[in-house]
């Protein structure tokens, strides 16, 4: 039983059918839409961790053995669902100040192919001879899409779905036998994994686990421009990802304010400014839609994926914060791993971070 059918749910779903087992997966909105909090339906869809030099090799293991997952999974979904996840090699165009020793270092010991050239020479209106960074390599994925295409295999494959129902925070115990919902249903399993984003601590807070995971939430803008951008473009902590029907996503934030899933005009106006610096013609584009997500936050951007220190039958695979999309594979390859007591492809002990 996997306890949240976001992105790191669904992906674990899939892994555990593909071996051969029976998965119900509990959520308490309704798999793949647009239900408030959520992250998966919200992100941007970049497949990979904007700025890789800053993390760990641990957080780069996962991010960089997803990123050679992903076409070849959304090739599958086209095949087996009829559902176009709109999966691109857009390319990345990193523009400065940023650290651009460190960047080109990592990218020549990780073979990601990286280009010194001069921002003046893409398509960015306001961009003069600035020294930037291509990465032509780089992929995005549209989460709604992914998100409906793996709801749709999920169906396939006979996974049960129970949407609308909310777990109860659980007790401490030595064995689950079943879990109660919020309106008093106990649900069995042999084996549970918590995949409830920003929400798994408050599940897990009475428990020995240790968990360090809090709701960070990120605001993003969407807009149809006459002539778009063809390449996802980042600037100091900012970045603009186009699509390929037109639409273009301008964000995000990182925001410390609780479950609160608002909006907010400072926000818009900040996020609005940074756009129209990179993209001056946006000042006649309107801005279609704006929303909001909140990330599971973990320190130093480390998941959690392990066994529960005292409860035997229970996983977590949670805490992806940023880039919960683009570890969902990996992530889902190695819980599945330990769930099913096989080897892992991977070291385990650095994502054992609730003992
Ligand atoms: C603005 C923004 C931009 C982003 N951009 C990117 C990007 O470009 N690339 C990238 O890789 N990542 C990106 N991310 C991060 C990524 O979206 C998240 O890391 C990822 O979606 C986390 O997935 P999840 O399945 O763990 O969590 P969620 O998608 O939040 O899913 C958790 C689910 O658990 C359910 N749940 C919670 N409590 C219970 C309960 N008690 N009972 C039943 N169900 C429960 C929730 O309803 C929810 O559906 C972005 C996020 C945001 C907000």
Redesign the pocket.
């Known amino acids: 039983m996997i306890?949240?059918?976001?992105?790191?749910?669904?992906m674990t779903a899939m892994e555990l059918v593909n071996k051969g087992h029976r998965v119900t997966i509990?959520?308490?909105?309704q798999?793949a839409s647009q239900?408030s909090?959520?992250?998966?339906?919200?992100?941007?869809?970049?497949?990979?961790?904007l700025l890789p030099w800053a993390y760990s090799e641990s957080v780069n293991a996962l991010t960089a053995q997803s990123a050679d997952f992903y076409q070849a999974l959304s090739e599958r979904l086209l095949t087996e669902t009829g559902i176009d996840a709109h999966f691109e090699q857009s390319g990345f165009l990193l523009l400065p100040e940023f650290n651009a020793t460190a960047a080109q270092a990592w990218c020549a010991t990780n073979h990601v192919p990286a280009h010194k050239v001069q921002a003046s020479s893409f398509n960015v209106q306001s961009l003069s001879g600035e020294d930037a960074l291509w990465l032509p390599t780089v992929c995005?994925i549209r989460?709604p899409y992914l998100m409906q295409a793996m709801r749709k295999w999920l169906e396939q494959h006979h996974v049960t779905m129970l949407e609308h129902?909310?777990?109860?925070p659980l007790q401490e115990t030595q064995q689950l036998q079943e879990w109660q919902t919020t309106t008093g249903e106990k649900l069995q399993a042999d084996q549970f994994i918590v995949?409830?984003?920003?929400?798994?601590f408050?599940?897990l807070k009475e428990t020995s686990a240790k968990l360090n995971i809090k709701p960070m939430?990120?605001?993003?803008l969407l807009y149809k421009p006459i002539n778009n951008l063809e390449q996802i473009v980042y600037r100091e902590g900012f970045y603009m990802?186009p699509r390929r029907d037109g639409y273009l996503l301008a964000?995000?934030t990182l925001e410390d304010v609780g479950f609160d899933t608002g909006v907010t005009e400072t926000v818009r106006d900040e996020l609005k400014r940074k756009a129209e610096a990179i993209m001056p013609t946006l000042i006649d584009s309107p801005i279609i839609k704006h929303w909001?997500?909140?990330?599971?936050g973990t320190p130093e951007n480390l998941p959690t994926i392990s066994a529960h220190p005292t409860i035997k039958n229970l996983f977590l695979n949670?805490g992806?914060?940023?880039?919960?999309?683009?570890?969902?594979p990996a992530s889902a390859r190695l819980i599945a791993a330990l769930v099913l007591n096989e080897p892992p492809h991977i070291a385990t002990k650095p994502y054992n971070c609730v003992q």
């Not at 995949?195 to 798994?200: D, F, L, R, V």
């Not at 914060?321 to 570890?327: H, N, S, V």
Request: hydrophobic share 35%; with cysteine.
């Open positions: 306890v949240g059918g976001g992105i790191v749910g669904c509990v959520e308490r909105n798999i239900t909090g959520e992250s998966s339906w919200a992100g941007g869809g970049i497949i990979f961790p995005q989460p129902t909310q777990l109860m995949t409830s984003g920003a929400w798994s408050e599940l939430r990120g605001q993003i990802i964000g995000s909001s997500g909140l990330r599971p949670t992806h914060f940023r880039y919960g999309l683009t570890m969902a």
